[in-house]
């Protein structure tokens, strides 16, 4: 088996009296794509930020490479973080820069390289995406497909070793999600990378995915191949898979007052 090179162990994360991790615990290995899904709110999005070091755990501990990330210094977490990639939500180029510069960007502000290495970089990851030839383009000149893989060609343009993607699929047709989807595992297989992937699409998340972990409540729900989670009986795994309004997880977030004290109607 591949040694784990990211893990959470135990982390417990929340805003003031609100949990939003209770004791979460996962694996990643490089050469395999993970899917974390679950409801919005969840904390997918929060495991994202702590591994790239954004946020600090209560309790626990996120190590990467053999560090743990939360106790390095600013120096050493800046270092930690140049070996991640991550494509965000909707992509977040720049709309000032061409697509070129976009690319370009990590390599300027982390390496000295000369002019001539990194443009052949920036062609290079831009055909690895089928985008060469709009490296001239600006920004406004993009699809919702287009901008993403450009986003994507961003994302490896330091080579990194962990690649995370939050919500690559919002927003885009069905012929950019999956093209997207394709060079996602495209990518992870030819780089050797472990791939961490935040989505509410089911359908092409489990198509490319090797193991899914399911949130609920702050806790893994549910953990598997995507096979095991579509013949899961689970309730939980079943209601966010099937959408099922009726469920273990709640359409309303518990009080501790009725709406009849909050509008003033009893005491």
Known sequence: MAQDFLTLDDVRFGYRDRTILDGVSLRFERGRVVALIGGSGSGKTTILRLIGGLLKPRSGAVTFEGQVLHSLSR??????????GLLYQFGALFTDLSVFENVAFPLREHTQLPEHLIRDLVLLKLNAVGLRGVAHYQTSQLSGGMARRVALARAIALDPPLIM??????????ISLATVAQLIRQLNDALHVASILVSHDIKDAFAIADYVYLLASGRIAAQGTPDEMRAST?????QFLDGDIDGPVAFH???????AQDLGIEP
């Not at 050493?76 to 070996?83: D, E, I, P, S, T």
């Not at 977030?253 to 709406?259: F, T, V």
């Open 253 to 259: 977030h518990a009080s501790r007052r009725s709406l």
């Open 75 to 84: 120096d050493g977490l800046y270092a930690a973080r140049r070996r991640m």
């Open 234 to 238: 689970d309730p939980t795994v079943r």
């Open 165 to 174: 993607y939050d919500e690559p699929f919002a927003g885009l047709d069905p």
